[in-house]
């Protein structure tokens, strides 16, 4: 069973950063490709980052491409999204997910089988 736990959001103020972590207690982290995506109040879950089992491949939503980096450390079965350059939009309450099937859009939720309890960033201007 995958269990994933979402760590590093809080308060921030424009122009700074952050950087999440997504920790699975779970079976092995690099079996699964991962993902971030977030949901501000009154919103749809949207599409942020998501990075490949091996690490090889990463994509981005354009809202975030050059500020936000999505990594992993398979070694410690950790994800992480550092975000930078941090604007008021980006507040939100950010989820990792994670999944095995392959050959499914990165950026649709409906690929993921597991989800993460979530983290909220806010950012103040």
């Known amino acids: 069973q995958v269990q994933l736990v979402e760590s590093g959001g809080g308060l921030v103020q424009v122009g700074g950063s952050l950087r999440l972590a997504c920790a699975n207690s779970?079976?092995?982290?690099?079996?699964?490709?991962m993902g971030w995506f977030r949901q501000a109040p009154g919103k749809e879950r949207e599409f942020v980052a998501a990075?490949?089992?091996?690490?090889?491949?990463?994509f981005y939503a354009d809202s975030v491409k050059g500020r936000f980096t999505i990594s992993r450390d398979n070694a410690k079965n950790t994800g992480y999204l550092q975000m930078n350059s941090l604007k008021p939009e980006d507040t939100a309450v950010y989820y990792c997910?994670?999944?095995?099937?392959?050959?499914?859009?990165?950026?649709?939720?409906?690929?993921?089988?597991?989800w993460g309890q979530g983290t909220q960033v806010t950012v103040s201007s």
């Open positions: 990075i490949t089992w091996s690490g090889g491949g990463t």
């Open positions: 779970g079976r092995t982290f690099s079996s699964y490709a």
């Open positions: 997910a994670a999944r095995v099937r392959v050959g499914v859009r990165p950026s649709s939720a409906q690929s993921y089988d597991y």
